[in-house]
């Protein structure tokens, strides 16, 4: 089989998106900021510092995106996740500019375990729907 083109893949990608539960989406950001992060550390450990950006700017706007759609009124805990989610954009950036792998490791350690407790979450939530 061949690799579809540029074209087909996003037409995909348009569609899962669309067709994606709020819970889904939310575990697609996530895996794609785990993603973006270590894609960042190899890059920087390569030296490659534009490619590096690239994969940090795409983690730093999905952290973005994750904050700006947390509803801090919804529960207890959101103004804590919230400020979790400064804290990662802050030190992202700075891993960023500074080029600073070790910044970029501490990040993804810190939210693996996260996407994994909503992976959790998502799969008790569809469990108990059906």
């Known amino acids: ?4 083109s540029p074209a087909m893949r996003e037409r995909y990608l348009a569609d899962a998106t669309a067709t994606a539960s709020p819970a ?12 973006d992060l270590t ?9 490659n510092r534009p490619e590096a950006n690239g994969h940090l700017k795409h983690a730093q706007d999905i952290i973005t995106e994750l904050h ?11 103004k804590g996740l919230a400020a979790l989610y400064t804290f990662a954009q802050t030190e992202l950036v700075m891993a960023n500019v500074r080029g600073d792998i070790e910044k970029v490791t501490d990040i993804r350690e810190l939210m693996e375990p ?9 799969m008790a939530v569809a469990a108990a729907e059906g």
């Open 1 to 4: 089989m061949t690799n579809p």
């Open 39 to 47: 894609r960042g550390e190899e890059t920087l450990r390569a030296g």
């Open 68 to 78: 700006v759609t947390l509803d801090v009124d919804a529960w207890e805990g959101a």
């Open 24 to 35: 889904k989406l939310l575990l697609m950001l996530f895996d794609r900021l785990i993603l």
């Open 114 to 122: 996260l996407r994994d407790t909503w992976r959790e979450a998502a």
